[in-house]
């Protein structure tokens, strides 16, 4: 078996989220490569080539790949990928755009976010917004695979030194090009990342009260994170949905305010160790999954919340 | 422009699904079926570029069993002007489905292909890149914005650190995500017009697509349950419970 595995990264260092991958690529079992695709990114090689566990870090190092655009960066992976038994991603936006891109170049049905490894060709996957596990094999001489960051622990960042070797190969389609971006600026942890998220509901009412959950979090070290009914009110953006259409979270503790429970919420923290639920109804369905539930108006109970800590 | 709509039937996004009591699959017997809400959404999009007068045509299309045609009957009843249906009764894989919406493209021509982000049944999340592959043409997945000007779009997408935007040259495939716009409710005058609008009907076959699955589902289970939690008094309570039992808090 030999493993590639596609560095998740902004051009100057190494995502933790590729961990993961090669976490479930030690699960498959063989050699495993990582691949970085983007421009100056010598740095992310090199980081790459410290993660414990890889023979061989590949970079192709063009400026047509600098803001990963599909119609880029898939048939490079499609091309150096032809090399390979599997090739995995971590299942963020940048893989879950290019993946499937490149494993149609390569005639091959991908597969997309595993959670568990059964053996090489076998693989456990969420469908129905989690409600249940599919166990599916693929006959595809090479197997295509995102992978569910949360359910692969991240593979020990430093003690390799992997080899590393350059990828001439340039492919620049000109059908698209990147405007801009708007980057959400922030030193609290990273969501999908954080050992401990809080997240607000429509119950919060407005974007301003999420300060009373900004506050909490910061006390506690945590992300935040929103219901899908939150962003779509604007009381925050877009990045800070958790659930099956968002951001996908585990974290060792989940507090949910003002959240009823929705399946589509559930979907994106419901393997998460703790979750704690506060909310007024006490038939909201979030109880249903909570170890401890607040029957309680937020708007009295994060205060104290606050003051407590 | 010519503009395709791609739409899925899926489960109403209501549903909880359970697997069979074999457990071979999940049981879909008298289970609410609706068109996938990222479809929906692109179906609303698509109308929206006609009545503004730079869509000339709409046309709906779904790959999928003889009851899609319920599905399709919404998109025209939402604005679609006809529909294709390329009828089979295999549940096709994403790469099989983006083969039979290829052979469509490449008898219609659209010069601009709307899809979801993603399908609420398999929670794919592929079928959009896939055709554009096979189409090699322009992609943005995710969108939240779209506005066509100059013979090519821009796009807004929700990404993981925010929001980024393309542009694309046409044709091209954009992937709606859910804020894109709030869908209409269809009127009944438009329910009744739509049963008269145009309905095509293929088959994977015609458009010269073999469907042969790569994947098996070797079968289904329920995730494992949470225990039932307890329900705490007070704030106190609650921060006792998380520093001294839960140790998850310092
Ligand atoms: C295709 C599709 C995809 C979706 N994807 C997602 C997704 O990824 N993530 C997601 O979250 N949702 C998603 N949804 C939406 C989901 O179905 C729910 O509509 C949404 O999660 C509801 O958000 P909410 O719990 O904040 O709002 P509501 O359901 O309105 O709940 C608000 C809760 O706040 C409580 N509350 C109100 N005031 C107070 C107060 N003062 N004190 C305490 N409690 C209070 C209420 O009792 C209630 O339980 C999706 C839906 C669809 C159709
Ligand atoms: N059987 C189908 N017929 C028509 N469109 C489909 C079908 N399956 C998927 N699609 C389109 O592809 C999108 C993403 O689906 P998926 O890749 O399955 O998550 C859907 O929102 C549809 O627009």
């Given amino acids: 078996m030999s493993i590639l595995v596609i560095a998740e990264h902004d051009n100057s260092s190494l995502k933790p989220a590729t961990l993961n991958s090669v976490t479930a690529a030690q699960a498959i079992g063989g050699d495993i490569d990582i691949l970085v695709v ?26 047509a790949y600098g803001h990963q655009l599909a119609e880029n960066v898939a048939p490079l992976i499609a091309e150096v990928g032809a090399g390979y038994s599997h090739v995995l991603a971590t299942a963020t936006t940048t893989a ?12 091959v049905q991908a597969i997309s976010e595993i959670s568990a490894v059964v053996s090489a060709d076998t693989f456990k996957r969420p469908i129905y917004a989690g409600n249940v596990i599919a166990t599916v094999q693929s006959s595809d001489a090479i197997k295509v695979l995102t992978v569910r960051g949360t359910a692969f622990d991240a593979a020990p960042a430093e003690g390799g030194s992997a080899t590393i070797e350059a990828v001439a190969s340039a492919h620049d389609a000109g059908k698209s090009e990147f405007k801009g971006e708007e980057v959400a600026k922030s030193d609290r942890p990273e969501l999908t990342a954080a050992k401990i998220v809080v997240s607000g509901g429509r119950g919060m009412g407005n974007g301003d009260n999420f300060s009373m959950i900004y506050s909490i979090a910061d006390k506690l070290g945590a992300g935040v994170g929103a219901s899908r009914a939150a962003v779509d009110a604007g009381f925050v953006p877009n990045d800070m949905q958790v ?28 393997d998460s160790k703790v979750i704690v639920a506060i909310n007024k109804d006490e038939e909201a369905p979030i109880f249903s999954v909570a170890d401890y539930g607040l029957v309680a108006d937020l708007f009295t109970a994060l205060p104290e919340l606050d003051a407590a800590l | 422009m010519k503009v395709l709509v791609a739409v899925k039937r899926v489960v109403d996004y209501n549903v909880k699904v359970r697997p069979k009591s074999d457990g071979s699959d999940v049981d879909l017997a008298n289970v609410k079926m609706s068109i996938n809400p990222f479809c929906e959404i692109a179906v609303e999009e698509a109308v929206r570029l006609a009545e503004k007068g730079i869509a000339t045509e709409v046309i709906a299309v779904s790959v999928g069993a003889k009851q899609c045609q319920e599905q399709l009957r919404t998109a025209l009843a939402l ?3 006809r529909a294709i249906l390329v009828e089979t009764d295999e549940s096709l894989e994403p790469l099989a489905i983006a083969k039979c919406l290829k052979a469509v493209c490449d008898a219609e021509s659209p010069d601009l292909i709307l899809m979801g ?15 554009a592959a096979l189409l090699d043409c322009s992609q943005a997945t995710f969108a939240s914005e779209l506005s066509l000007d100059d013979g090519k779009a821009t796009v807004v997408r929700e990404v993981d650190g925010g929001l980024q935007t393309l542009e694309l040259s046409l044709p091209a495939i954009v992937t709606s995500d859910l804020r894109l716009n709030e869908p209409r409710y269809a009127s009944l005058p438009n329910i009744m017009k739509a049963k008269r609008k145009p309905l095509d009907v293929k088959t994977p076959d015609d458009l010269g697509v073999s469907a042969a699955p790569r994947v098996t589902l070797l079968g289904v289970e329920l995730p494992a349950e949470r225990q039932a939690g307890i329900k705490v008094e007070d704030v106190a309570m609650l921060v006792d419970k998380l520093k001294n039992e839960a140790k998850v808090i310092s």
């Fill in chain 1, 96 to 107: 879950k755009n290019i993946l499937p891109r490149a494993a149609a170049l390569m005639d």
């Fill in chain 2, 117 to 131: 982000k993603q399908a609420i049944d398999g929670d794919n999340n592929q079928t959009g890149q896939m055709l």
């Fill in chain 2, 79 to 81: 604005g679609a002007d």
């Fill in chain 1, 243 to 270: 659930g099956q259409t968002g951001k996908i979270v585990a974290p060792d503790l989940y507090v949910a305010v003002g959240i009823s429970g929705a399946i589509q919420h559930l979907a994106g923290m419901k």
């Fill in chain 1, 38 to 63: 983007g421009s100056d990114c010598q740095g992310v090689a090199e980081q790459a080539a410290q993660v414990a566990g890889i023979s061989k870090v590949l970079v192709a190092d063009n400026a």
